[in-house]
């Protein structure tokens, strides 16, 4: 029962640092979503994972030091008085730092498809 125990206590631990860091600056707890990075000829294509997430809630900014994603997936208001039983996707504030390969780039296209950020960035 014991190894049970500390084999639930890891496993939360795993998730917990899966989905939740701490923003430096704001002190706010946040997760990160997983993204995919594509690169042809003279562009770079991002998919960022952020299923239930609208535009809307999302910043994407471009900077010397690689491209910055940040928003927030609110908990649906169907579910806020709702007991909860499992929750497993991460709600609230997201952020994600992505280096890029070396080169100057420029946001081209941004726009959301099949519960993906979908970023095109051109070579410029």
Avoid at 26 to 40: A, F, G, K, R, T
Avoid at 62 to 67: K, M, R, S, W
Avoid at 69 to 88: F, N, T, Y
Wanted: hydrophobic share 40%; charged share 25%; with cysteine.
């Amino acid at each position: 029962m014991w190894a049970e125990a500390l084999d639930l206590l890891q496993g939360g631990e795993q998730l917990r640092r899966r989905f939740f860091t701490v923003e430096s600056l704001q002190s706010l707890p946040c997760w990160e979503p997983s993204v995919d990075l594509y690169e042809n000829a003279d562009e770079l294509r991002l998919l960022v994972a952020l299923p239930g997430v609208n535009s809307r809630q999302v910043e994407v900014l471009l900077d010397e030091q690689g491209l910055l994603v940040r928003g927030e997936r609110p908990i649906p208001s169907a579910c806020q008085q709702a007991a909860i039983h499992r929750l497993e996707i991460p709600y609230g504030r997201f952020e994600r730092r992505i280096a890029l390969p070396p080169g100057p780039y420029r946001l081209s296209e941004q726009f959301i498809e099949e519960g993906c950020l979908v970023l095109v960035l051109r070579r410029h």
